[in-house]
């Protein structure tokens, strides 16, 4: 599915919209809620939204907190996502801190895949190996990159992370993302696309080709589960 928005404002809207439904409805059937944060400037006005006017809407002890990726720095970066979410988010809800399950990017990016594939296999839904997200919110870049899988990474991993330590596209390396074998397994997957710099590569995204080396986001369809993009008119201006 496909929503238009005509901007940023009215995108994160429905999407803490869509959050709080998916995040009840989760609870109410399965007694919890699983969902991975994606990183970034686009996200972090609807974890505004969360944190501030949606803070009472949702039971927040149901829910679990992972990340699709991070970057291998420390909590006080600019450039860590738990940082960013921490602040406008985690600070402003009654979430336990035992409900946040943070990449540790203090460490080295080969340690820190290792163990955040051992916190997600106490979660793990087998014969899986880990969750079964009831939500995954992902982004994409203007090189077509979602999570830290970036053109020409390794296709098809095993595992359900990966330690990114390869520069694609200059873009910087020490990362740890999870892989499409745990992004296609999820329930739900919702991507937030904005801005007029990303248009050309959505355009290619939605041909009738297919380029998962080159485009890393079209190597996310979940296998069993809703797949919902929500754009605003500047991203889908070539469409």
Known sequence: MIRVFKDLNKLSQYAANSFIETA?????????????????????????????????????T??????????????????????????????????????????????EPDS?????????????EPPLAWPRFDLVLLGMGEDGHTASLFPNSPVNVD??????????QDRPANRVTLTEKVLNSSRNVMF??????????LSKVFSDNYMPIELPVQRIVPEDGSLTWLIDEEAGSLL
């Open 112 to 124: 820190a895949s290792k163990e955040y594939a051992r916190t997600l296999k106490v979660f793990s």
């Open 24 to 60: 009840n409805q989760s609870i109410a059937k399965q007694g919890r809620f699983l969902v991975a944060l994606s990183g970034g400037n686009t996200p972090m006005q609807l974890y505004k939204l969360l944190g501030d006017s949606f803070h009472d809407k949702v039971d927040w």
């Open 159 to 168: 595992s359900p992370t990966l330690a990114v330590t390869a520069n694609y």
């Open 62 to 107: 149901h829910v679990h907190f992972f990340w699709g990726d991070e970057r291998c720095v420390p909590v006080d970066d600019a450039g860590n996502s738990y940082g960013q979410a921490k602040k406008v988010l985690f600070d402003k809800i009654n979430v336990p801190d035992e409900n946040i399950h943070r990449v540790l990017s203090e460490l």
């Open 192 to 201: 937030l696309v904005s801005g007029k710099s990303k248009a050309a590569a």
